[in-house]
């Protein structure tokens, strides 16, 4: 490998197979079902991080960081996706700053 002044380089890494089974099955998900996403009706679209149509399995395992806690952030988001009101509830409250120390 050759490296040179102002040369940009990335490292890519990639989510073990039983971490990814694992989340999978705890979410129900297929990891062999193919998808694509688009923009939700009167959202800007930016396009894609990753190539589309993908199956659940490239996407887990190559584009989201199983191995981590979610930020605060995103459980206030992900919290308007919960069906159940405790759920909904737990995840504001880990997402807000009474709830740090739950986070």
């Given at each position: ?48 991080p990753f ?11 190559r584009y ?21 009101e405790i ?17």
């Amino acid at each position: 490998l050759k490296y040179q002044p102002a040369d940009n380089m990335g490292v890519l890494p990639m989510n073990r197979s039983t971490i990814v089974e694992s989340v999978a099955n705890a979410l129900g998900f297929d990891l062999d079902q193919v998808f694509s996403l688009q923009a939700a009706d009167g959202h800007e679209w930016h396009g894609a991080p990753f190539p589309m149509p993908l199956s659940v399995r490239d996407c887990l395992t190559r584009y989201c960081d199983l191995t981590i806690a979610p930020r605060r952030s995103d459980l206030k988001l992900l919290s308007s996706y919960a069906t159940e009101e405790i759920d909904r509830k737990a995840l504001l409250r880990m997402a807000s700053k009474e709830g740090k120390p739950e986070y």
